[in-house]
């Protein structure tokens, strides 16, 4: 079985086209492991059929790979994996570098309703969970900070992610049958109402 890559430099415009997609780069985020469509369906709230039909497409233009069955029942379920941890868009795409920054900002924010989405979803059940007795641990942190410059904002975010990476692999346990979700997100405050008018 091929070694997973940190990073995969995308090239192909199909490529391009599946990593800025909202539920493929959401479908790739979850095979930093091996997991078949059922596993993926079930973390991210979609059907499977459609988690299916998006991981073929993935699989075809090289950003995931098969990497063996598992019997379960009277079923055998493909397993998946992502070729890479992350994916850049390579300056080669022939994309301005101001389209390319928009068609990543889009990503990202798309990325971010979903997720927000998903949160309501989770905390809805362990809400359930804790109506039955159960003591649920969880963080939340929200703060406002000013960035003076786009090189700054760009730094802070790198940092940040950086610091983010670390502290998961400090406390990171695969003997653990039930994980956490880590969920960071870093974006500007939208412009009020009236600023959008004045524009």
């Known amino acids: 079985m091929a070694e997973m890559q ?22 790739l985020a979850q095979l930093s492991e091996p997991a078949s469509a059922t596993e993926v369906a079930r ?11 998006h991981l073929k497409i993935l699989e075809k233009v090289g950003l995931v790979r098969r990497v063996g069955t598992r019997q379960v029942k009277n079923l055998v379920e493909v397993l998946y994996q992502a070729v890479a941890r992350s994916f850049i868009l ?44 159960e003591v649920i641990s969880s963080a939340t942190l929200s703060t406002q900070i000013y960035l003076a410059s786009e090189g700054e904002r760009e730094a802070f975010v790198q940092e940040y992610v950086s610091m983010l ?15 956490y979700q880590v969920v960071l997100a870093v974006y500007p405050e939208p412009r009020k109402e009236e600023e959008n008018e004045s524009k």
Do not use: F, W
């Open 6 to 27: 940190e990073a995969y430099l995308v090239q192909l415009p199909e490529q391009a086209t599946a990593v800025l997609h909202p539920l493929r780069g959401e479908i």
């Open 165 to 179: 990476k670390e502290l998961a692999s400090k406390y990171q346990s695969k003997e653990v049958n039930h994980p």
């Open 43 to 53: 973390k991210i709230g979609e059907k499977p059929q459609r988690v299916n039909y």
């Open 90 to 133: 390579a300056d080669s795409l022939g994309v301005q570098p101001e389209m390319l920054q928009r068609l990543q900002d889009q990503h990202s924010l798309a990325h971010l309703i979903y997720t927000s989405e998903q949160i309501k979803k989770d905390a809805l059940l362990l809400m359930d969970q804790t109506d039955e007795g």
